[in-house]
């Protein structure tokens, strides 16, 4: 029995990962949230804290898999700040977490473009959040870097977002050669891709971009 736990359970991505794992013959899919969702797949086990008491809930799960689908917008968050505060700060809190009670692998949806060394405040706290996750000594280490995420229910408005997905069909015919990594994508490829890598076993560090995202939702 593979034992995980997901940080973000609630979003675009990690909603469809729930569902994907929750039928999974051999996993044990915990939850950890602020707020309990109004339906949970039947089998998860929810953990509901505030995001200060996460480290104590993850303490007492001691998954062997932890995944973080954490993220937010510079929009939402409504300052540099506060979005540093869960791009950065929560996802490698909940990671260190995670490895201190002796998972072994760690998964994180991150960017497209993400490098600590980009000029883009956005995908630069994208990077450094690798970085430092990189760091905390995971038998195996996955960073999926989808490009513009389609499909889905959105827990909030974004309207530039929505006019971007409708423009998609017309703007990934224009991204051929080293651009196809911008193309957008499925969130629920994503999802299938994540539950996948869970249970792949093996060590390292590994980045997917879109193609290998595709791949490994088969």
Known sequence: MTRVVIAGATGLIGKQLVVALAGHEGVECHILVRRKPERV?????????????????????????????????????GSKAAFRAIDFDLVTGFAKAAKDAGARHMTAVSSVGASAKASNFYLQTKGEAEAAMAQLGFDRVDFLRPGLLTGGERPESRPGESVAIMLAPLTDLLMVGGLCRYRSIPALAVAQAIAHL?????????????DAIRALAG
């Open 41 to 77: 797949p039947m089998g998860v086990i929810v953990h509901e804290a505030a995001s200060a008491d996460w480290a104590n809930e993850v303490a007492a799960i001691k998954a062997d898999v932890a995944i973080s689908c954490l993220g937010t917008t510079m929009r939402t968050a």
């Open 198 to 210: 869970a249970l792949a076993g093996g060590q390292g560090q590994h980045i997917h971009e879109n």
